[in-house]
């Protein structure tokens, strides 16, 4: 067994209970009408002039063009003023990660995230927009699933502020990408400001929260984040030619065991991503398996489909008609490796 294998395993042990318990997270409102027949429009906030669509995740916004990495949650209830008043919930029990009360620093406004320990995967949830958060909330706090955590608003730093009547929260379930992500950012995006370190919203790689509760009240207790995550269409797959890939070391659970390895030694590494860029399969490769291949970045093969259905990220051109990766793409990567 190589030492990523050994890994994966001493790793899953702890968390034999959560992946268990198949139910690990609650709506982070008291809003339930993603679960009712037909309450699509009564839960999603939709950009303005758009359907309900516009507020769920993916490649949604600009006519399928830009991304929007999380969900945007409607207000229940609102005071006096047409302010809203509803609580935001922990998604799930975790702990602080960190929190930016400084509104004009981020799109987000005033956000927080919470870092969660899911079936062996360091997995993060992010509450943005707040009209504030609890005070005695910082990094390194533990909390509870349905906890308090603040009041849903509609704080940004973008210039079309964010109107009462849409105010909302933005849910995200995340991956982290690089824990080097500040520094990658000084050496590769000098020319641009980050005042979050490495809780940028580049670093986070988002999952479909919608899709992520739907499955799991359909599954109940036999749920699993982590077949979630295996499962996600494939936008593309890639060989990364290291033998230490960075976000492989970190997220043993999504390496899949090759024994050719174990005996002869990873020379690289075969990465299937979605089209948001989450690594969905890792398979270690050997030297041998990787030997007809120079590159850095080899691509390997491309899912036509989903590139027509969702290609917002633009990973991928056609260059004399063959598929290619973009330098978005190769940054990405680098990302990932780094």
Not at 132 to 142: C, T
Request: net charge positive; glycine share 8%; charged share 20%.
């Amino acid at each position: 067994m190589n030492a990523v294998s050994r890994l994966a395993v001493l790793l899953a042990v702890p968390f034999l209970c959560a992946a268990a318990n198949g139910q690990p997270f609650q709506l982070p409102t008291a809003s339930r009408a993603l679960f009712e027949k037909g309450g699509e429009e009564r839960y999603f906030a939709p950009t303005p002039g758009k359907t309900w669509e516009s507020g769920t995740f993916g490649c949604v916004r600009s006519d399928g063009h830009q991304l929007h990495e999380g969900i945007d949650i409607k207000w229940t209830q609102r005071d006096r003023k047409g302010e809203p008043t509803d609580p935001v919930l922990a998604s799930a029990s975790g702990t602080v990660a960190y929190v930016n009360r400084k509104s004009g620093l981020s799109n987000y406004g005033n956000y927080l995230i919470l870092r969660h320990r899911i079936e062996g995967l360091e997995v993060f949830t992010l509450y943005a927009h707040l009209a504030n958060i609890r005070e005695e909330l910082k990094s390194g706090v533990a909390v509870k699933a349905g906890e308090t955590l603040g009041v849903m608003g509609r704080t940004t730093n973008t210039k079309t502020r964010i109107a009462a009547e849409r105010a909302h929260l933005h849910f995200e379930v995340d991956l982290v990408a690089s824990e080097r992500y500040a520094q990658w950012h000084e050496a590769n995006l000098a020319g641009l400001r980050n005042d979050h370190g490495n809780w940028n919203g580049r670093n986070l790689l988002g999952l479909d929260p919608r899709a992520v509760l739907l499955q799991q009240r359909a599954q109940g207790d036999k749920f699993s984040l982590l077949q979630f995550i295996q499962s996600q269409t494939e936008l593309c797959r890639v060989l990364v030619h290291k033998s230490d890939f960075a976000f492989a070391r970190r997220h043993p659970a999504l390496v899949r065991r090759n024994p050719a390895t174990d005996k002869e030694g990873i020379g690289a590494y075969e990465v299937a991503l979605n089209f948001n860029g989450v690594p969905c399969q890792i398979t270690p490769r050997t030297p041998g398996e990787a030997k007809n291949y120079t590159a850095k970045y080899h691509l390997l093969s491309v899912n036509d489909a989903e590139q027509k259905k969702n290609g917002c990220r633009k990973f991928l051109t056609q260059k004399s008609g063959k598929w290619a990766l973009t330098p978005e793409a190769l940054q990405h990567l680098d990302l990932l490796a780094n």
